[in-house]
């Protein structure tokens, strides 16, 4: 599975952006998706991820209530529209495949084998 995230940009805080992971490969319907964040100088961190139907969704407390994760395996896409947006959530975006046996799993790095490059969120106050 390859992945490619797109969609960021700069926004003034309070604005929306909506990302998208478009994914290769016939299998993507059966994989859980996740979406990672990186700012400069601090570790990767979990956003948010959605099981392989659409049935399961989870978020980092940080995101919830502000962001919500979607797909559409029709067009082996995972959307992540990301509304009231923060300085803080100034960093690269990236999206990843995997499985995720539990919600424990869900925002875990190692639970996802395939990595898409990432997209710049930049949010200014």
């Known amino acids: 599975v390859q992945l490619q995230a797109s969609g960021g940009g700069l926004v003034q805080a309070g604005g929306s952006l909506r990302l998208s992971c478009a994914a290769s490969?016939?299998?993507?319907?059966?994989?859980?998706t996740g979406w990672f964040r990186q700012a400069p100088g601090k570790e990767r961190e979990f956003v948010a991820a959605?099981?392989?139907?659409?049935?399961?969704?989870y978020y980092a407390d940080s995101v919830k209530g502000r962001f919500t994760i979607s797909r559409d395996n029709a067009r082996n896409t995972v959307y992540l529209q990301m509304n009231s947006l923060k300085p803080e959530d100034t960093a690269v975006y990236s999206c990843?495949?995997?499985?995720?046996?539990?919600?424990?799993?869900?925002?875990?790095?190692?639970?996802?084998?395939?990595w898409g490059q990432g997209t710049q969120v930049t949010v200014s106050s």
């Open positions: 959605i099981n392989w139907s659409g049935s399961s969704t």
């Open positions: 990843a495949a995997g499985g995720i046996a539990s919600g424990a799993q869900a925002s875990r790095p190692a639970a996802y084998p395939y």
């Open positions: 490969g016939r299998t993507f319907s059966s994989y859980d």
